[in-house]
């Protein structure tokens, strides 16, 4: 096998580790085949060496299936890094370490997923999210990286219905939030590196919703319960308020007309299955490409959605199709103060057709299918959820 140095930015995260997991199970029985610089934060407490430590040797020994993950750490190089600064805010020494062993590959992950649509956030999209993904760019070239891969998002294509490929980028479209447009925003700075021939490959990820995992250990597991996960989280607080105290089995009423558009859903991706195809491509380093990381299948809104209701137990009135013109106290606070205001645009408005052409002709036979998060593979998604109370 021939030696690959990869760089890896937001390796802390829910799919930036699942990526870390990938190209260390890739290199299982190579050792000394894999160089991989993680890019990264340090917590409040801990070093961002010793946060990596622990994500290998608890999440990484699952997904390995390796009681002893320490061996791993041979072959990680922790350089601290700061989205929004400066250089990445790193240091010179650590740059001087890099040029020594080059990355072959760049693989930006790291982003602020904040929806909300306040100035404060703002600012912290365009720094991490425009300003951060332009310092990667500049670290990436100045260490003479020939790939970069960028992790995007699939609703960089804004509000719009019909198939969508890739590469599609909008000109003047409606977003559900602030952050997927500053998700474009970043995304047009690689494309213009692209042009101007700063890479000698360069890739677009665009994954839909991420949930937790259906292909490794432990299924269904995930750091962070957001997005639908999120959305249930909402109800079950609510009915938590109601009854005095958390319970999923006792049924209770929550009078709240959620708006859902009918013969629409939600495109949902599980993060190992997106971890592994974005590292099967980058490695089989074709020529520039865009591939939305999606799912074949829609979680359908008016098929599936309720049956995450019947998990906890909650009871709405009919699901409508718009916001109701008059609003309860409840359906105010859904609509205008939490997850409502988040997530309606994406469960009330159509959900385009994301191209898997690229994908698939990418992936080889024997790959392992995306599953369809429905049923019974919804049912583990939230057992796994339950376990952790929908982190509340
Ligand atoms: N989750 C989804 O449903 C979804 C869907 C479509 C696209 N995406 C894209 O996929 C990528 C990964 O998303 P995710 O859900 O895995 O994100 P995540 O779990 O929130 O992780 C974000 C990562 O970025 C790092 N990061 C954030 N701000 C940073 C900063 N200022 N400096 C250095 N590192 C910073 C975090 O480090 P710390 O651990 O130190 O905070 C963490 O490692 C992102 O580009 C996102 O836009 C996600």
Same mark, same amino acid.
């Given at each position: 096998?021939?030696?690959? &140095? ?8 829910? /799919? ?7 190209? #260390?199970?890739?290199?299982?029985? !190579? ?7 993680? #890019? ?34 041979? @072959?990680?190089?922790?350089?601290? @890094? ?11 020494? !650590? ?17 602020? #997923?904040? *929806?909300?649509?306040? $100035? ?9 999210? &425009? ?10 070239? $100045? ?13 960089? @294509? ?5 198939? $969508? ?9 409606? *977003? ?22 700063? %890479? ?22 995930? +750091?962070? %319960? ?5 959305? /249930? ?53 074709? +020529? !520039?490409?865009? %591939?939305?990381?999606? !799912? ?14 019947? *998990?906890?137990? &909650?009871?709405? +009135?009919?699901? &409508? ?8 106290? #409840? ?32 992936? +080889?036979?024997?790959?392992?299918? @995306? ?9 583990? /998604? ?11």
């Amino acid at each position: 096998m021939n030696k690959m &140095v990869v760089a890896l930015t937001g390796a802390t995260g829910l /799919l930036g580790s699942n990526i870390l997991f990938e190209l #260390l199970k890739r290199y299982e029985g !190579s050792p000394g085949s894999l160089t991989i610089w993680v #890019l990264g934060r340090a917590g409040k407490q801990l070093s961002l060496r010793e946060r990596i430590r622990q994500l290998l040797a608890n999440d990484g020994a699952h997904y390995l299936n390796m009681p002893d993950t320490a061996p791993l750490l041979e @072959c990680i190089r922790t350089v601290d @890094c700061h989205l929004g600064q400066p250089n990445l805010g790193i240091s010179e020494d !650590s740059f001087r370490k890099m040029k020594k062993e080059p990355p072959h590959l760049f693989i930006h992950a790291a982003a602020a #997923l904040d *929806f909300r649509d306040q $100035a404060a956030v703002l600012d912290l999209l365009q720094k991490i999210n &425009v300003e951060g993904t332009q310092q990667a760019l500049n670290l990436a070239e $100045a260490l003479g990286t020939p790939g970069f891969a960028m992790i995007s998002t699939a609703y960089v @294509c804004g509000i719009r219905s019909g198939v $969508a490929n890739p590469n599609f980028m909008p000109e003047d479209q409606l *977003f559900r939030n602030p952050y997927e447009r500053s998700k474009l925003d970043g995304e047009r700075l690689v494309r213009r590196a692209e042009q101007e021939g700063r %890479f000698r490959r360069v890739y677009f990820f665009r994954p839909t919703t991420i949930c937790g995992r259906l292909i490794e250990h432990p299924v269904g597991y995930t +750091p962070k %319960f957001d997005v639908f996960y999120a959305w /249930l989280a909402f109800f079950l607080r609510l009915k938590a308020r109601q009854l005095g105290h958390m319970d999923y089995e006792t049924p209770a009423k929550i009078d709240i007309r959620v708006a859902l558009k009918p013969g629409s859903g939600l495109n949902i991706i599980p993060v190992d299955y997106a971890a592994k195809a974005l590292v099967e491509i980058s490695l089989q380093q074709p +020529p !520039s490409n865009a %591939f939305h990381l999606a !799912s074949p299948y829609l979680t359908d809104n008016y098929e599936d959605l309720p049956a995450l209701l019947k *998990f906890i137990n &909650v009871h709405l +009135p009919t699901f &409508v199709e718009e916001m109701p013109p008059a609003l309860n106290t #409840l359906e105010y606070l859904y609509y205008h103060r939490s997850v409502g205001k988040i997530y309606d645009p994406y469960i009330s408005k159509n959900v385009p057709d994301f191209s898997l052409d690229s994908l698939h002709q990418h992936l +080889p036979t024997g790959f392992p299918k @995306c599953p369809a998060v429905k049923g019974t593979v919804m049912t583990q /998604l939230l057992k796994f959820a339950k376990k952790h109370d929908f982190g509340l």
